[in-house]
C-alpha cells in the first residue's frame, strides 16, 4: 500500500526540503519508490515561489543529492486528505499545521523527531546558521521514519 508523507517548515526553503530529498534518497536506495512517496510544504508565504536555500542545497549536494527544480509551497488544509503522515520540524511548527488542516482528527501530525531515542525540535537553520546539525537531525528522523514504515 502506497504510504504519502509531507514533511513541513515555517518556509519550505531549508528543513523540510532537506528533509524531502534525503527521505526520497533513502527510499529510492531501498528501492520502495512505488510504496512511499513524498514532498515538502510551508506553514507560512513569505518564501513561496523561492527556491532551496543555497547552504541547504550545498548540505544535500555534500551528501549527493540534487534538490534542483524544488520551490517553496505552502501547506494546504486539502494536504491532511491526501497524506499518511505530515511531519514538521519543531513545536511551532505543529501549531501551524494544526491550524491550517483544521486540527488532527486522525493524529496524522507530529514532529520528525517524535519516534527519535532522544525526540526534539530541529532547530531552524536559517537562524542558528547551523545546516551540519540540522542536516543530521533531519537523517536521524528520515532513518527511523523509513524503518518505521518499512516495519508496518
Not at 10 to 28: H, Q, T, Y
Not at 31 to 53: D, F, H, Q, R
Not at 92 to 118: E, F, Q, T, W, Y
Request: net charge positive.
Amino acid at each position: 500500500m502506497m504510504k504519502k508523507i509531507m514533511f513541513v517548515c515555517l518556509g519550505n526553503i531549508c528543513r523540510s526540503p532537506m528533509a524531502e530529498f534525503i527521505f526520497r534518497d533513502l527510499v529510492k536506495k531501498e528501492g520502495l519508490e512505488k510504496e512511499i512517496v513524498c514532498a515538502s510544504s510551508a506553514t507560512s508565504m513569505e518564501e513561496y515561489g523561492n527556491p532551496v536555500y543555497p547552504p541547504a542545497r550545498k548540505q544535500l549536494l555534500k551528501m549527493g543529492i540534487d534538490c534542483a527544480g524544488k520551490r517553496a509551497t505552502p501547506l494546504q488544509k486539502s494536504d491532511y486528505q491526501k497524506y499518511d503522515l505530515l511531519l514538521g520540524m519543531e513545536e511551532r511548527n505543529i501549531v501551524n499545521m494544526k491550524r491550517i488542516c483544521g486540527g488532527d482528527a486522525d493524529g496524522k501530525i507530529r514532529r520528525l523527531l517524535d519516534h527519535a531515542p532522544r525526540p526534539r525540535d530541529i532547530a531552524d537553520p536559517w537562524y542558528s546558521g547551523d545546516f551540519d546539525t540540522a542536516c543530521r537531525d533531519i537523517l536521524e528522523g528520515c532513518r527511523i521514519l523509513l524503518e518505521e514504515l518499512k516495519n508496518q
